[in-house]
């Protein structure tokens, strides 16, 4: 069963708009989440990230967004660039497993010149 | 800096055959991972080393091996490969204190006929 999930296999966006990308978990425990941004035939590359103990997280045009009593978090990218077409993967960790990362299934997002 | 290599990128076997995948990390890390990603199902946790010597089984551990002999290697044996092993593979590695991202290698594509 899976504890992270991305409901959204895919998106577009225009380019200049907002870019949203969500995120669901199941496992209560979870206390530290994180973004990664792949393009085909490489590894995943770190993003953004957030603790438990805060609910907003911001780099520049990414803004991490966390609902502890929904089990949500969501991505903001403003304004989104053609050169964030990539697959965005969530993970999510919690201090008592080993520090074992489990991902959701990714959302591939294409923005639009 | 290198940071977490994997040997090979790409690797054609038949059923029934053995191989190993080599992943090098030069940042003194002490937590290793490799995943695999197959299509639909994000990265999952093969298995983990939360230090020299250390080995763990993740979520899907059936039909793989792993050893740790060394800080900076963290070595995936397939003793005998099967179709179902076709995948990408990827290797991680954290220092080892909590609420860090992972840095990830480049992957290994395999493919099992």
């Known amino acids: 069963d899976q504890q992270v999930k991305q409901n959204s296999p895919s998106l577009s966006v225009q380019e200049g708009r907002i870019s949203i990308l969500n995120c669901d978990y199941t496992n209560s425990m979870f206390d530290y989440f994180l973004w990664y941004k792949k393009y085909p035939a490489e590894g995943p590359t770190f993003l953004i990230s957030i603790s438990s103990i805060k609910d907003k997280n911001e780099d520049g045009r990414f803004t991490v967004f966390l609902n502890k009593s929904a089990k949500h978090l969501s991505l903001h990218i403003v304004p989104s660039q053609p050169g964030d077409s990539a697959v965005y993967f969530c993970?999510?960790?919690?201090?008592?497993?080993?520090?074992?990362?489990?991902f959701g299934t990714g959302t591939s997002l294409t923005v639009i010149p | 800096n290198a940071g977490v290599t994997q040997t090979p990128k790409f690797r054609v076997l038949k059923t029934g055959q053995s191989m190993t995948l080599l992943c090098a990390q030069d940042m003194n890390h002490e937590y290793m991972y490799w995943y695999r990603q197959d299509p639909g199902m994000g990265l999952r946790l093969i298995h983990y080393s939360v230090g020299e010597g250390t080995t763990a089984k993740g979520e899907v551990p059936d039909g793989y091996n792993v050893s740790r002999l060394k800080k900076q290697n963290f070595l995936l044996g397939l003793e005998s490969a099967a179709p179902s092993q076709t995948s990408v593979y990827f290797c991680a590695s954290i220092p080892g204190s909590w609420n860090t991202e992972a840095f990830f290698g480049q992957g290994t594509r395999l493919t099992v006929v």
């Open positions: 993970a999510a960790s919690a201090a008592n497993t080993g520090n074992q990362f489990y």
